[in-house]
Every structure is written in C-alpha cells, then in structure tokens.
C-alpha cells in the first residue's frame, strides 16, 4: 500500500471532484449536455477509480454491496415515485407541470426531470459498480459454493 | 360498454397495469424473505389481472382507451393505447401470471437457491410489466422499449434454471444472442419508419403511411425489419432455434409463463404493424402474408410437429408443439381475412391457456419425482391421478378434440382456409394435427395404459403435486373445456380484434 505514491495521493484528490462533477452534469443537465445518466455513469467512474487504486476489498468496505443494492431499488423507486406524487396531487402519470403553480414558465417541469434523474443517477452509478463488482469479484477456480459480490 | 372500476383507477388503468409491476420488481429485489417477495408478487399478478378484466370491458364494442403519459398529447408525447385487439391479450398475460405466480410458491423451493428467490420474483415481475409494456402502449419506439425490458428479465429468468439444470446457462445465452438480433432488427425498422413518417405514435404512423401508399421503399424495407425481428421473437419456424432450449430447462413456473405470453405478446406486435400500422390492402404486404407467414407457417406445422414426435424429453416436445402452434396463428394471419384473423386470434388465447396448463403440469411431474422424459410417464396416471388429469384435458385440446377450446380454434381455421379456397391448408392442418396426436399420444398411453414402475418390488405411491401448483393447472384446464363447450366469450373478442385489424387503421 506504499507504492504508488502520486496514483494514489491524485486519485484521493480526484475523487471527490469527480463526484462533484457528476452532480454538475446532473443538475446542470436541463440546461446543457448531461442528465442522470451521464451523471450516473461518471459517479461510479469515481467508485471504480477508488478500487482501482486502493483494491476491490477497501472499495467495499467504502461502499458495501449491500448499499448497491439497495441503491438501485431507491433509483427505480425515486423515478415513479415522482410519478405517484404527480398522481397524488391529482394529474395524470409523470406530469409534472402540477409540481409548481407557474404558468408563465414550465417551473414544474424542471422540478420534475431534476428528480426523475435523480433516480436515474442512483440506478446508473449503482448498476455501474454493481457490473464492477461483479466482473471484479470473480474467482478464478470453480468454487463449491458460489460467492455473492 | 364500461368496466366495473369506477373514476381514478378506471382511467388510469393502463398505465397503472404497467407501473405497479415495475414499481414492485424493485421493492420485490431488496425483501429480505423470499415468501415475503412472493406475497408482493401475487397480489401484484392479481390487481393487474382484476385491471387487465376490467380494461377488456371498458374496450368492448370498439371502444378505444388513450392515456396520454405526462400529459403530452399523442402523437408527440407516449400514449398508451388499448382496443380491442390488446385488451384480450393484456387479460391473457396477467392471468397467467397470476397463476404461475400460485404456482412459482412450490416450484421455486425445489429450483431456486433460497438467497435468488426474492430477485427470480423481482426479475419475474420486470418481465411481466415488460410484456404487459409491449402490449398496452401505442408508440413504437416505446414497444422496443418494453420489448427489451421483458427479453433482459427473461434471459436472467431462463438462466436461473442453471440450479436445475446446468443447460439452462447456454439457453439462455443462445436466447440471448437470438432475442438481441430480433430486437435489433425491430428497431432498424422502427427507424425506417421514424425517419419515412417523422413520428413514433402508432396511429399517426398509419395516417402517414396511408397517404404514400406503395411508393415509399423505405417503409417497405422497415417492414422487412419489422416482420423479422418480431418473426425472431415469436419464434416463427425458420427462426424459433432459442426456443426449445429456452422453454426446456428454465424453472418451471417459467417455463409455462414464457410459453403462454412471450410468443403471444410479439405475435400480437405483429398483427398490430401488419394490419394497423401498414395497410394490409397494399401489394408488398398481400404477398408477405400469403408467400412467408402462410408458408412459413405451414412449413412450420409440419417440420415442428415431427421434431416433436422424435423428442425425448417431454419438454422439448411441448417446446417444438409450441413452434407448430405458432404455424397454425401464422397461417390464420395469412389469410388474411376476418375469418382467417379470428381463427389465429381465438389460437392465440386458446394455446396460451392450453400450453400454460400442459407445462405446470409438467413442471409438478418433475417437482415430485423428477420426470422429465417421455419414457418415464409411465403409469402416472395411477400415481399422480389429479395432475395427470389436468395434463391429458389439455393434450386433448391441444390435439384439437370437440368440445375442447384447441377444437373451436382448429376448427375456425379449418372454416377459413376452406372459405379462402386453400385446400392445402386444410389438408395441412388435419395431417398435422394427427401428428399431434402421435406426439401428446406417447404421453398419454405412458402415463394411462402402462403399469407403474417398482421399487423393491412394490409400486411406486401416490403422491399428488401441492395444492397451490394443482389450483393454476385445473383453473387452465377448466379454461380449455369451458372455452370449448361455451366458446362465445374468446371468439366474440377475437372478431373484435379482427374489426380492428380490418376496419382500416387504428
């Protein structure tokens, strides 16, 4: 773990702006390129450069398999569940002009597709680490038993 | 007419068919108890069939339902679209789940690793709100979508049969190689389409369409596409290679649930481009229908049917039965006249029911004592009455004998092809379905006529599937005799369906 100065002192340096990144293509995805998915996808990048650098093992002491799991449910459910809140406040599925009152700009809108993509970027990342863990884990032999990630 | 839900659910039905069981595969995938899971999944089934049933009333007598999702009116938002021809086979796929779902209660425990139970059912009921996707919505970009949901669930579905059976793994993988290539034929096609017409709503497609006629080559190429990336999906005969495989070695609940709705939802897609989206009157599509789906279907019938006879194992019988049967659909289609439309329409429901029954029961001969091969039926009549019972009620219907729903089918077909003039089909459909008496008839003598097997010189005991695996098998084979005494119900919805696909466009 002593090796490998400089990848390790950069990646520590990296990774907290690349997850800051995610979160600006993320919100800023309205408004130009990017979205949840992007967003997603570059958030994992920073779970997968942790593992890389630091091995899969300390990668999931960080962030559990189990956490992955869970988070993915969350991702889906965050997605419709913005669907049954348009629902609840009594317009059709995923409509999102009912979020906010104002009728001289389409505000409900972005409220909406802010949080719909935000599931999505909780199921992507997810999912991404999720592929990570699974290829990553691996063995090389066949086992008696099979290993969850 | 109307259905008997009143204000919010009945119209939000449509998209609630497809969002509840979405919503609950993700909750289903982190349950920490397997039978918990299982709940989930069955009260899901059952709400969507209670909606399914009460969508089909309110489509009756050409009534149309249109949800438009998130409030973009079609054609430039998604709309979800049910008339007369999807409503019967929404109603037919949350049935069967419903049942298979009853049934999976048993089957999984003697399948499934006890940790991948709660993901078989979160998996199964992706694959269902995928199914029910493909059908309800009326966007073709969005049934691509949904085709893709449910083909991915039903890969991982197929796979998990590998605790059984190690052949499950590279079924699955076959199927999934196959199922990717029709998919993305479909989509080309759907390309095609997009870029001929500038729109993805079903309806707006066939008004554009409509106004160019026979001149455009690029909807006649979409439509090349389009009918061999659904032929790949509905396993029609020169491409239905992932398919013995498939139904062979997933779980069993599986199994009967794939049989009965994967092939009939992407036959459904084709009725749909075929009559709806394109103009059936037009030369390119009259030639399609009589010169490759009637033959193809034909050809099928028989080439299928004798592979059947030659098999071993009782599953790829049932398997290779289900390509044949798909040939009969695919020559009604054919014809295409009301009657010959009716006649695969009323086919389509009728075998989802008939093979669903013959693959639970199948799958409880196996849970109890592990038969998979046509020489082992020996004497299963004396050990396990009930099931066998079930099983031979729906051999019978499946050969087509009076007074079962196979018969109603076969014999409208019959009708069709003889008011059509094709003598040859009629032929075609007799002989073939003396090789399904061949091949159901094996089983039948084994299990009816033979003796039982020994151990230590005693006969083996009786020992008769659980109750929850015996309830869906006798509520299909009931099905099959009712729809076959009293067929009014499935035929009056099959000459709906028919209405639809020939009153001229959506």
Known sequence: ?149 | MSGFLTGWLSVEAPVLLVVLPLVMAAICAVMPKDKIAWLLAFITTLICAVLAFDIVLQTRGEQVLSYALGGWEPPFGIEYRIDGLNAPVALLISAIAVICTLYALCSTDAEIEPKKRAPFYAAFLVAFAGLLGMVVTGDAFNVFVFLEVSSIATYVLVGMGASRDRRALNSAYNYLILGSIGATFFVIGVGFLYMETGTLNMADMADKLAVMGDVSRVSQVAFAFIVVGLGLKLAMFPLHLWLPGAYAYSPTAITAFLAATATKAALYLLFRFVFTVFDPSLEFIGATLTWLLAVLGVIGMFVASLQAIFQSDARRVLAFSSVAQVGYMLLGVGMGTALGLSAGYVHLINHGIIKGALFLALGAFWYRYGIVRVSDFKGLGKIMPWTMSAFTIAALALIGVPGTAGFISKFQLLDAAAQNGWWWAVGAIVVTSILAVIYMGRMLEAAWLQPAPEVNGKPVEKREAPLPMLVGMWVLAIAAIVFGVVPSWPVELANGAAQVMLGGGL
């Open chain 1, 1 to 149: 773990m002593n090796s490998h100065m400089i990848l390790r002192i950069v990646a520590k340096f990296l990774i907290p702006l690349i997850v800051v990144f995610g979160l600006y293509v993320h919100f800023h995805g309205d408004f130009g390129p990017g979205g949840g998915f992007q967003a997603g996808v570059i958030v994992a990048a920073g779970v997968i450069l942790y593992a890389l650098i630091f091995g899969l093992k300390a990668c999931k002491e960080a962030v559990p398999p189990s956490w992955i799991r869970i988070g993915m449910t969350v991702g889906v459910l965050f997605y419709v569940g913005t669907g049954i809140l348009t629902w609840l406040m009594g317009a059709k599925f995923l409509d999102f002009d009912i979020l906010h009152p104002a009728t001289d700009h389409p505000l409900g809108q972005h409220i909406g597709i802010i949080l719909v993509e935000l599931g999505v970027l909780f199921t992507v990342a997810t999912v991404m680490v999720a592929i990570f863990y699974a290829f990553g884990s691996r063995q090389p032999e066949i086992m008696d038993e099979e290993q969850d990630f």
